[in-house]
């Protein structure tokens, strides 16, 4: 469980952040205003979302194009980074 909250730390937190603003926005008969400030937060938070989430590099798969880098005799900045 701790790994899949590690993993998906953001979504977790976005979900419940976005519960909790809807309990307070849209409870108590909501007007549009409340609507509409609901909307802005969940699409602020999918916005960053898509911003920020780990992606794929190009070369990650590609292991004998990264071998065929590093033998050429040039130097070469290798990154390795965790996708998440």
Do not use: C
């Given at each position: 469980?701790?790994?899949?909250?590690?993993?998906?730390?953001?979504?977790t937190?976005?979900?419940?952040f976005?519960?909790?603003?809807?309990?307070?926005?849209?409870?108590?008969?909501?007007?549009?205003?409340?609507?509409?400030?609901?909307?802005?937060?969940?699409?602020?938070?999918?916005?960053?979302?898509?911003?920020?989430?780990?992606?794929?590099?190009?070369?990650?798969?590609?292991?004998?194009?990264?071998?065929?880098?590093?033998?050429?005799?040039?130097?070469?900045?290798?990154?390795?980074?965790?996708?998440?």
């Amino acid at each position: 469980m701790s790994s899949l909250f590690g993993t998906y730390s953001f979504v977790t937190i976005a979900v419940g952040f976005a519960f909790i603003a809807g309990v307070i926005l849209l409870s108590n008969r909501p007007k549009w205003n409340d609507y509409l400030a609901f909307g802005v937060i969940v699409a602020g938070l999918v916005i960053t979302w898509t911003v920020l989430h780990p992606r794929q590099t190009p070369l990650m798969d590609d292991a004998k194009e990264v071998q065929a880098m590093i033998g050429n005799g040039k130097p070469v900045l290798l990154e390795f980074q965790s996708p998440y």
